[in-house]
């Protein structure tokens, strides 16, 4: 899937619409589903989104022997990879890509809007010195406005990590979200597992699931 903005054409990978898939996100949606069957669901679908995400880094060809002596030639993922976490909901993706790719550095990212100018602040960050060599998945479960995401973006780009090694991996996404972003960062891969239909009136996604990292954490 592409999106067309001002500036130009944005790559969105939409996990295929499976049926597995879509019951997973009904226990997600369910508004009475508890808070473990509401981690247990939402992890299988965050593992699914970063092997997704994976799958669009570089690859170097690695043969191996196999068992019955004959020769396989197959890939190795690059190993200059890095996962960032946009707190609090972008913890929840953490375990998950830890699973996946053992030893993978992980950083850390702290935006919150400030309750005056309601733009996004940044509180903190704790990034590999070395980002700038790394292709980053950039984790954050819900891409609602775009105006965090954004904010993450600047601060990788910061760092000096190029816009195409930015792969953001989100459960949910807005239209507005994924404009926003692509507007301004064209380069910049999108990995989701829905598009939602829009956001109300309160930036929430519609039909969405509430607040993820309430859900998540249990802090609702
Ligand atoms: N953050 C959430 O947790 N949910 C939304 O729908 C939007 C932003």
Do not use: W
Request: glycine residues 8%; charged residues 25%.
């Amino acid at each position: 899937m592409t999106t067309a903005t001002a500036a130009g054409v944005g790559t969105v990978r939409l996990l295929p619409q499976t049926r597995a898939l879509r019951a997973l996100h009904t226990v997600m949606r369910d508004r009475h589903a508890g808070r473990d069957e509401f981690v247990t669901s939402s992890g299988r679908v965050i593992r699914q989104l970063i092997e997704t995400a994976l799958d669009l880094l570089p690859f170097e060809p690695r043969e191996v022997c196999t068992p019955v002596g004959r020769t396989y030639r197959g890939l190795r993922m690059t190993p200059h990879i890095c996962g960032v976490s946009v707190l609090r909901a972008g913890d929840s993706m953490e375990s998950e890509l830890r699973a996946i790719a053992p030893g993978v550095r992980i950083g850390k990212i702290l935006i919150q809007r400030d309750k005056v100018t309601k733009l996004p602040h940044l509180y903190y960050a704790a990034l590999p010195a070395d980002i700038d060599r790394r292709h980053v998945l950039l984790l954050d479960p819900m891409l609602a406005t775009g105006g965090t995401a954004l904010a993450a973006i600047e601060v990788l780009l910061g760092q000096g990590v190029e816009e195409d090694a930015i792969v953001f991996v989100t459960l949910l996404s807005s239209p507005e979200g994924i404009k926003a972003v692509h507007e301004r960062h064209p380069r910049v891969r999108i990995v989701t597992s829905a598009v939602e239909e829009r956001l109300n009136e309160n930036a929430y996604m519609i039909p969405g699931i509430g607040d993820f990292g309430d859900r998540y954490f249990g802090t609702d």
